[in-house]
């Protein structure tokens, strides 16, 4: 048999299936104590908490979709560059003199 290799894949799918059913979660459980104890600034927390979660499930699902992760890019994706020396803005740069064709 010949050894096969298997490459680590992204679990930014998984991170988002757990980001939604947190969201979830933590607004079924603010509806809850809103049915148990009706106010109208407890109203407006559970619309706001609802709100930001929505916010931060569209986040967290652009952030899959780009790189494949809830949270950055992977460390594979990102380029590193090297530090560029400044240049002196004294002498502009000139392009090569070139002689004129059909001139000896």
């Given at each position: 048999m010949s050894p096969q290799t298997r490459e680590a894949q992204p679990s930014g799918g998984d991170g988002l299936l757990?980001?939604?059913?947190?969201?979830?979660?933590?607004?079924?459980?603010?509806?809850?104590?809103?049915?148990a104890y009706p106010s109208w600034w407890l109203l407006v927390l559970v619309l706001l908490s609802a709100i930001l979660a929505t916010c931060g499930i569209v986040f967290v699902l652009l952030r899959t979709i780009d790189g494949d992760t809830r949270i950055g890019l992977?460390?594979?994706r990102v380029k590193e560059t090297a530090p560029v020396a400044p240049r002196s803005s004294a002498q502009p740069i000139r392009p090569a003199a070139r002689a004129a064709a059909g001139h000896h």
């Open positions: 757990f980001s939604i059913a947190a969201s979830v979660v933590a607004i079924v459980s603010f509806e809850a104590v809103f049915l992977p460390q594979s």
